[in-house]
């Protein structure tokens, strides 16, 4: 059974599995505090590492790994054993899985955002965390991730969990950035008077036309946007990342 974690801007969500220490983490300061986890947005990349130590502290695990998310369609395997001794550096892609071994037992696999949807897959031997923005999506990120596992796991034993993000009436674009995503995936459409997608509902059209059964992180759905405790670069331009966190 995977345990997942989800961060908030001050420590971690109460739906969170069982961690160790209180809940309230982080050292980064203003616009990122506290609990920034993200290495590209302008904070003190030693505070990052802290606050991403104190993330691996609290998961109990040996090592969290980091995408360096680059809003393609690229999913890979994590196959370094051993910890990768390079806080800071992260992987190239927008998705990565781990085939359980015994070297990767306290390995977590983490996907930061701060509007995009944290999109965590795991089945039998398999967990992998997956980041879809609105770039991501048009361009087959969820398909990628799901053709990627289906290689070593079958899908029927696939479950999705997916954490916060934007809504859908929080998120007005322009035409010509609303109509790509509204053509290819039209159940993504929230307004399309006023030119609103919900990255989500596409994500979840995605999984529900291959029979993936999936739920929100807490059984609920929560907007980064509308709550004050996420970051969300729609809603304050300059902040920080919040993760979704999987391991066995």
Request: net charge negative.
């Amino acid at each position: 059974m995977a345990r997942i974690w989800c961060t908030k801007r001050s420590g971690l969500h109460e739906a969170s599995s069982s961690f160790q220490g209180p809940r309230e983490l982080g050292i980064s300061r203003p616009p990122y505090a506290s609990f920034n986890l993200g290495s590209k947005v302008g904070d003190e990349i030693k505070d990052v590492i802290a606050n991403r130590r104190a993330l691996t502290k609290a998961c109990q695990l040996e090592e969290i790994r980091f995408m360096d998310q680059i809003h393609s369609a690229l999913m890979v395997e994590s196959k370094i054993e051993g910890n990768l001794g390079r806080e800071g550096r992260d992987e190239s892609c927008d998705g990565f899985f781990l085939r359980r071994e015994p070297w990767n037992d306290e390995i977590g696999l983490a996907v930061q955002v701060a509007d995009c949807v944290p999109l965590i897959l795991h089945g039998d031997n398999v967990i992998a965390a997956v980041h879809v923005g609105r770039e991501g999506l048009v361009k087959g990120m969820t398909e990628s991730a799901i053709e990627g596992l289906a290689r070593h796991i079958d899908l029927a034993r696939l479950t999705a969990v997916i954490g916060p993000s934007i809504c859908g009436d929080c998120y007005p674009l322009s035409q010509e950035t609303f109509l790509p995503v509204a053509k290819r995936y039209p159940e993504s459409i929230f307004s399309e008077p006023e030119l609103k997608i919900d990255v989500a509902a596409g994500v979840i059209s995605i999984l529900e036309n291959r029979d993936i059964p999936w739920k929100w992180l807490g059984s609920r759905r929560e907007c980064v946007s509308c709550d004050s405790e996420y970051f969300s670069h729609r809603r304050d331009r300059v902040t920080g990342r919040q993760v979704m966190v999987v391991a066995w």
